[in-house]
């Protein structure tokens, strides 16, 4: 990570949020964290996950929150 990087912790979930030049991210992860309401998975990457990377359901993966 560059010198020039700010981070912070992320005012919802408490983790590590990078300051890009477009937005606040989570690291490694993206703006916005999902949740899958079927089996309890959260987390997020960039861009948006379309199934629950662990249980694979669609129906139930809502996203949770933006980095702030």
């Not at 919802?12 to 079927?38: D, F, M, N, Y």
């Amino acid at each position: 990570m560059s010198e020039n990087n700010q981070t912070k912790n992320c005012g919802i979930c408490g983790k590590l949020v990078i300051a890009t030049p477009s937005a606040w991210v989570h690291e490694g992860a993206g703006t916005v964290e999902q949740k899958c309401r079927k089996c309890g998975w959260s987390g997020g990457q960039v861009g948006k996950f379309i199934n629950c990377p662990r249980c694979g359901d669609a129906t139930e993966l809502v996203d949770d929150h933006t980095a702030s």
